[in-house]
């Protein structure tokens, strides 16, 4: 995207904002972005540049549980015994600005784990414990803080990023949880697809989207096979520009390219970006959220 064509969106931004206009439409492209700490610190700048993106799905990574069941955002405190203890106090009145018209924003999702963690092996050892606040039921720790998670982030669905536990039983009865809790259920899989198709087939109707990893460890992955395997179109994701000197990663430009092809080859509903942290870092002209997110609408649509 050039600059006069940045000033032109952000002119009709701010026409949009004035109006009261949504920004979405009908019949628009699946598109979500992972986003770190500018999701939980970055403050209105930053939720104002989700809304006026062309992203549909904002998703909140990652939310780490520790063996006690206290939540984390990333490095920060979030609830501890169903209270909520995080700095930010404001968080909850930010996030609600997502979908308030003018918006591309419909949808909130909260990211549950991540490689190198160990959030799913806590989840495991909390449904199978048998002291006070284990399981799954309402007196659970489990229930009580992804409840109120649910009421802070007005999430619409929990993310299993599960890249080493991948314990069926556990993943299916904390699945089961959540639904009951409103949560609908996507995957984030890179690997492991018959534990994925497994927990899907369990989870049935629950389960609503899968974001394949077509990135780091998911690289190569066909969204066609995934598609296959699991039984729905997978929505699959790649790396923004990052690194030293941004020369790793995606551009808005190859992101167009590759969506292009698996529209035409697996017939994918939508995209997803990884990371809005390096969105940030390596923003330019051309190079903005807008733009990547330009660039599935229109591969996909």
Not at 53 to 62: A, K, Y
Not at 92 to 102: C, G, R, W
Not at 256 to 278: H, R, V
């Amino acid at each position: 995207m050039s600059i006069i064509s940045i000033g032109v969106r952000r002119v009709a931004l701010a026409v949009a904002l004035a109006g009261g206009v949504s920004l979405s439409a009908p019949g628009m492209a699946e598109s979500a972005v992972y986003g770190g700490g500018p999701f939980y610190s970055g403050g209105t700048p930053v939720m104002d540049d989700l809304r006026a993106s062309g992203f549909t799905t904002v998703m909140l990574w990652s939310v780490h549980v520790d063996t006690n069941g206290d939540l984390h955002l990333n490095d920060e405190p979030l609830i501890s015994d169903g209270n909520y203890v995080g700095p930010n106090t404001g968080w909850s009145a930010e996030l609600a600005t997502l979908k308030q018209a003018p918006t591309s924003v419909n949808r909130i999702e909260v990211s549950i784990g991540a490689g190198g963690t160990t959030d799913f092996e806590s989840i495991q050892a909390l449904v199978n414990g048998t002291g006070a606040g284990a399981g799954t039921g309402p007196d659970s720790i489990l229930y009580r803080n992804f409840q109120l998670l649910k009421q802070i982030t007005g999430a619409d669905a929990a993310n299993f990023d599960d890249e080493s536990a991948y314990d069926l039983a556990s993943a299916t009865a904390f699945g089961q949880m959540l639904a009951g809790l409103g949560y609908k259920i996507t995957f984030a899989p890179y690997t492991n697809r018959s534990f994925w198709a497994s927990l899907k087939a369990n989870l049935g109707s629950a389960v609503d989207k899968i974001y394949l990893q077509d990135y780091a460890g998911g690289t190569g992955n066909d969204p066609a096979q995934w598609t296959s395997a699991l039984g729905m179109p997978v929505i699959p994701g790649l790396w923004s520009k990052n690194g030293t000197g941004c020369s790793a990663g995606d551009s808005p430009a190859t992101v167009q390219s590759k969506m292009t092809a698996w529209k035409q080859s697996a017939g994918i509903p939508g995209g997803f970006m990884w990371l809005y942290d390096d969105i940030q870092k390596c923003s330019a002209p051309g190079r903005t959220t807008a733009d990547y997110a330009n660039a599935i609408n229109a591969a996909v649509q």
